[in-house]
Nanobody
């Protein structure tokens, strides 16, 4: 049974930083692409960042230069380091797993809330 468990969310002031973690189990982590998505109230879920099996990274334009996705295959964990946070980054953040970065993300975590106050 595949499980993705996010942690690290919370309340932070604008300009602050947070690091999200996603611990994976139940599949071969190193053979999967991983991604972070977010959903703000009243909005559709959007892609934030992705990392391939080889470590190539991808970002939505709105977070480039502020967010960094990374993975530790020894710990079966993917991270999202978020800096220079803005109120518009407030959302529930989800990690997800896919066969490749262009495949459908087929496993999802339960989400962690990030709230950025102005």
């Amino acid at each position: 049974q595949v499980q993705l468990v996010e942690s690290g969310g919370g309340l932070v002031q604008a300009g602050g930083s947070l690091r999200l973690s996603c611990a994976a189990s139940g599949h071969t982590f190193s053979s999967r692409a991983m991604g972070w998505f977010r959903q703000a109230p009243g909005k559709e879920r959007e892609f934030v960042a992705g990392i391939s099996r080889s470590g190539t990274t991808y970002y939505v334009d709105s977070v480039k230069g502020r967010f960094t996705i990374s993975r530790d295959n020894a710990k079966n964990t993917v991270y999202l380091q978020m800096a220079s946070l803005k109120p518009e980054d407030t959302a529930v953040y989800y990690c997800a797993s896919a066969l490749t970065t262009t495949s459908l993300y087929d496993y999802w975590g339960q989400g962690t809330q990030v709230t950025v106050s102005s």
